[in-house]
């Protein structure tokens, strides 16, 4: 059964650019999750899509958006990069809404210069 | 604030011995989950305990819900440098809210 997959893995930006991240969770789940991995600040919830609607939202800005598909498939996007937005972006899936039980993806490791 | 605040930070020890991970908060939750990390990986699910006072083992991990749910500790008898990792304690306060994470603790254990 494949795992979590998100691309890119590694990707290097310039302050106000956008970025994409994408996001395929493991086939059956319809839950997407997505988090914020700093050293600073641990994992750090953005949001939570479940049947291609947002079910819950962190606190961060509002240049911090997603989506998912119908087929449970998901991306995010960062406009006006930061340099403090420099972080690994976890995906994880689950079978059901608000589970605590997840499983992540490897991670998508964001650089902004 | 941290919701979930783990301690100690980090830790450095030899193969062979025993350590302990804490969890703790001053909110209920009504189930907490424990992961590890590797580098260069996302966190992997070890555990989740639901009911207070639970007591969950998985080889040489011993896992423990506190009676009032609050409060949750990770037990490693005879580390190993395969237990080296990233260990963070997650929970959810109620049904509908999203997975919390602590900032975890980072285990180095050398041979």
């Known amino acids: 059964k494949a795992g979590v997959t998100q691309t890119p893995r590694y990707l290097i930006k310039t302050r106000g650019q956008q970025v994409t991240l994408s996001c395929s969770p493991i086939?059956?789940?319809?839950?997407v999750s997505w988090y914020q991995q700093t050293p600073g600040q641990g994992l750090q919830f953005l949001f939570e899509?479940?049947?291609?609607?947002?079910?819950n939202k962190g606190n961060f800005p509002g240049r911090f958006s997603g989506r998912q598909f119908s087929n449970s498939r998901s991306e995010m996007n960062v406009s006006t990069l930061e340099l403090g937005d420099s972080a690994l972006y976890l995906c994880?899936?689950?079978?059901?809404?608000?589970?605590?039980?997840?499983?992540f993806g490897e991670g998508s490791r964001l650089t902004v210069l | 604030t941290q919701l979930l605040e783990q301690s100690p930070q980090f830790l450095s020890i030899q193969e062979g011995e025993n350590l302990t991970v804490y969890c703790n908060s001053s909110?209920?939750?009504?189930?907490l989950q424990w992961y590890r990390q590797e580098p260069g990986e996302g966190p992997v699910l070890l555990v989740t305990?639901?009911?207070?006072?639970e007591v969950k083992k998985l080889k040489r991990l011993t896992f423990q819900f506190g009676d009032a749910r609050k409060d949750s500790s990770l037990h490693i008898t005879a580390a190993q440098p395969g237990d080296t990792g990233l260990y963070l304690c997650?929970?959810?306060?109620?049904?509908?809210?999203?997975?919390?994470f602590g900032k975890g603790t980072t285990l180095s254990v050398s041979s």
């Open positions: 994880a899936s689950s079978l059901v809404f608000s589970s605590g039980e997840l499983f």
């Open positions: 086939s059956g789940h319809r839950s």
């Open positions: 899509y479940f049947s291609e609607t947002q079910r």
């Open positions: 909110s209920v939750f009504s189930s």
């Open positions: 305990v639901v009911t207070g006072g």
């Open positions: 997650a929970g959810d306060r109620q049904a509908g809210t999203a997975l919390i």
